[in-house]
Structure formats: structure tokens, C-alpha cells
T-cell receptor, first 115, second 113 residues
Framework: DAGITQSPRHKVTETGTPVTLRCHQTENHRYMYWYRQDPGHGLRLIHYSYGVKDTDKGEVSDGYSVSRSKTEDFLLTLESATSSQTSVYFC??????????????FGPGTRLTVL | DAKTTQPPSMDCAEGRAANLPCNHSTISGNEYVYWYRQIHSQGPQYIIHGLKNNETNEMASLIITEDRKSSTLILPHATLRDTAVYYCIVRVGGLSGNTPLVFGKGTRLSVIA
């Protein structure tokens, strides 16, 4: 499995505060993703990156921003957290193209609670 | 929205084959069928994928119908550790790069002793 770590693993914060979640990978994968998972919704894509400084929005990107200044790190920022952003956040990475399965490898998740 | 339809839940006796169906009637010619599973609250795990031929690996087999409108994931000898939510996902693959996954609600498989 790809070496993917997420930090923090658990966080409780208050409405209106900024929050940054970090995803770190050691596999030199080009692609990185942030998904959120809520009961009854499965996983939904927030943002993704297809290279350093190259990012794009996903299905549920409102209220979130991302940055990728180096291959191994992908940061997800909630500028002003709201209770609707209480969720479990998963980071994923992947290679792409010839010789790969294009599969994605998922991190352990971050459980965020916004009070 | 997800392009696949799966039953919400299934049971399987331990040691028996688990057959998980998936309908993807609007699949395009350049789209692959991928299967992932999520055990309890862990991150999803890749199982297998295919384009049009049947595929087998150490975890499972994937049977895709000739018209590619449906498929079945087969766990040949289910164990209690196979209890999980299984997601069938259709996406562009091959040289198109690592595109985002669109998850539906999946099938919750319960393996019973």
C-alpha cells in the first residue's frame, strides 16, 4: 500500500475558525485527492491535484481550498469552518497512465467535528 | 452522480462465494469498471478493475457481461474479514490518467459465520 498519512486524525473545532488538514505521501504519486464522507452519501470529491501547483475543483468544493507546493503534500483548508463541514475526510493518491492500473490509494481519514 | 446501481445490502455465509452485482447500463466504450471496498471506517481499498474481459486477481474475480451493461464481483470464499461496503465505479481509465472516483452508496456485504 502507498504510504499515506493524514494529520490530524481527529479534530474538534468551533464554527468560524480556520482548519487545515494535511495529507502526506511517500510514493511520489502524481495525483492527489480530497474526499469527504457523510452518512448516506458515500464519498464525494472536494478537490484534486494532478501535479504540483495544479489543482481542480470537485463536486463539493464550496468552502474549501487546497494547495500543493510539493509532490508529497496536499493541504485542505476550511477558511471558516461550518457545522455542515463536520465529516470524515479521506485523502487519496494515484499514479496514472501507461503501466498502471490507475487505482487510488486512500489514507486512514480525518474525523472533523465543527461545533 | 454515480453511473452505477447496486443493491444496498447482501448477506453471505462464511466460506461460500459472494456474488455482488452492479448495473452500469450507460457505460461508454472508454470506461472501465472498478471495484473498491471500505471496511468499517477505514479508507476504501482497490480490489479489481476491467474493461470488457473477465479479470481475476488474488482478491476477487470480475465478470463483465458481453454488452458491458452489468458486472459481478465474485469473492470465491468469503471470510468474516470481507464484511465491508463494496463500491462499483465506472470511470475512464487506461492512458487517460488517474481520474477522480465517483462513489455511489455501494453494497453492504455481511459475511455470516
Amino acid at each position: 500500500d502507498a504510504g499515506i498519512t493524514q494529520s490530524p486524525r481527529h479534530k474538534v473545532t468551533e464554527t468560524g475558525t480556520p482548519v487545515t488538514l494535511r495529507c502526506h505521501q511517500t510514493e511520489n504519486h502524481r495525483y492527489m485527492y480530497w474526499y469527504r464522507q457523510d452518512p448516506g452519501h458515500g464519498l464525494r470529491l472536494i478537490h484534486y491535484s494532478y501535479g504540483v501547483k495544479d489543482t481542480d475543483k470537485g463536486e463539493v468544493s464550496d468552502g474549501y481550498s487546497v494547495s500543493r507546493s510539493k509532490t508529497e503534500d496536499f493541504l485542505l483548508t476550511l477558511e471558516s469552518a461550518t457545522s455542515s463541514q463536520t465529516s470524515v475526510y479521506f485523502c487519496a493518491t494515484g499514479q496514472g497512465g501507461r503501466g498502471t492500473y490507475n487505482e487510488q490509494f486512500f489514507g486512514p481519514g480525518t474525523r472533523l467535528t465543527v461545533l | 452522480d454515480a453511473k452505477t446501481t447496486q443493491p444496498p445490502s447482501m448477506d453471505c455465509a462464511e466460506g461460500r462465494a459472494a456474488n455482488l452485482p452492479c448495473n452500469h447500463s450507460t457505460i461508454s466504450g472508454n470506461e472501465y469498471v472498478y471495484w473498491y471496498r471500505q471496511i468499517h471506517s477505514q479508507g476504501p481499498q482497490y480490489i479489481i478493475h476491467g474493461l470488457k474481459n473477465n479479470e481475476t486477481n488474488e482478491m476477487a474475480s470480475l465478470i463483465i457481461t458481453e454488452d458491458r451493461k452489468s458486472s459481478t464481483l465474485i469473492l470465491p470464499h468469503a471470510t468474516l474479514r470481507d464484511t465491508a461496503v463494496y463500491y462499483c465505479i465506472v470511470r475512464v481509465g487506461g492512458l487517460s490518467g488517474n481520474t477522480p472516483l465517483v462513489f455511489g452508496k455501494g453494497t453492504r456485504l455481511s459475511v455470516i459465520a
